[in-house]
Each structure stands twice: as structure tokens, then as C-alpha cells.
């Protein structure tokens, strides 16, 4: 049976979650959620009420079914063929392809970081995550989040 994992997103800068070019990956931050989610589960991007572009509180910011699951060196390794967008390009004028979430280079032993959205100061949060998750069935909303979100209260019966 497919889980959910939910969290709330202090800031949505489009690096994780990465939504862009028709699939939706989450490989840096969270890694409590990378390291056990499975091909199936679901994720779930809250909204903050301190989000940068307004109170995004009761509001989802994306949701992402788990589609393929990869060690983040397994990552490093296909992003160049199958998703060369995800290699950050720090220099390009395109925010989608400055915002590249495949930030760790396991060519080198112990893996390099290249240039991106997170520093030296996010290596051992990032890599303690080992996964990396990828969907290509997703709902992403973004700055706005979605409509305000109603909760419901369901009685079993007998």
C-alpha cells in the first residue's frame, strides 16, 4: 500500500522540489523522506506561513508520485543522458537550468559539488538522504500553492 510523506516547505526556490522539463525530482534536502521512500509512495510539499511569497500556510505547494528511486551517485550517473537539466548551469540565463538539483559529482571520491543552490554547509544533510526521488506524475503549484485546503474528519462506521 503506497504511503504518504508530508512536510512544509520554508522556501520554494524550484531546486527541491525540481518541477521542471516534465518530471519532478526531490534529491537534496529532506532525507529523512529520500531514504525510505519506495516506487509508489506519494510526497507532499506543504506551504509556510513565512513563505517568501506570502502566508502559503493550508496550501499544497506540489505533490509528486514516486515513479523511480535512485541512489543519489546512481543519479549523478544518468542525469547527463537522461536528464542533462538537472546539472545545474550557474551561469544560464534560464532560472530552470541555474536551479539544477544533480548537485553532487560522484566522478571523484569523495564526491565534488558543483556549483548550486546549496553549499558546503547542506553536504551532510543532502547526502544523508542516499535517494534520489524521481516522478513524472506530479501536481505542482508552486509560489501560489493551491486553493486553501479543507480538512476532513472521517467516522468509521460498523
Known amino acids: 500500500m503506497p504511503r504518504l ?3 512544509t516547505i520554508p522556501v520554494d526556490d524550484g ?31 506543504l506551504g509556510s506561513m513565512n513563505a517568501p511569497s506570502g502566508d502559503l500556510s493550508g496550501r499544497l505547494v506540489y505533490t509528486m508520485r514516486v515513479g523511480e528511486v535512485l541512489t543519489i551517485e546512481e543519479y549523478d550517473r544518468f542525469a547527463p543522458i537522461r536528464w542533462p537539466s538537472r546539472i545545474p548551469k ?22 565534488k559539488q558543483r556549483p548550486g543552490v546549496h553549499d558546503e554547509r547542506n553536504r551532510e544533510t543532502d547526502l ?8 513524472t506524475h506530479f501536481f505542482y503549484f508552486g509560489s501560489k500553492g493551491s486553493r486553501q485546503l479543507t480538512y476532513l474528519s472521517v467516522a468509521a462506521t460498523a
Open 15 to 45: 531546486a527541491a522540489p525540481n518541477p521542471f522539463d516534465g518530471i519532478c525530482t526531490l534529491t537534496i534536502c529532506k532525507p529523512g523522506i529520500r531514504r525510505v521512500a519506495i516506487k509508489g509512495d506519494w510526497v507532499a510539499g
Open 90 to 111: 550557474i551561469d544560464s540565463r534560464d532560472l530552470s537550468a541555474r536551479l539544477g538539483d544533480c548537485i553532487y559529482d560522484f566522478s571523484t571520491h569523495p564526491p
Open 5 to 7: 510523506f508530508s512536510y
Open 128 to 135: 544523508s538522504g542516499e535517494n534520489a526521488l524521481i516522478a
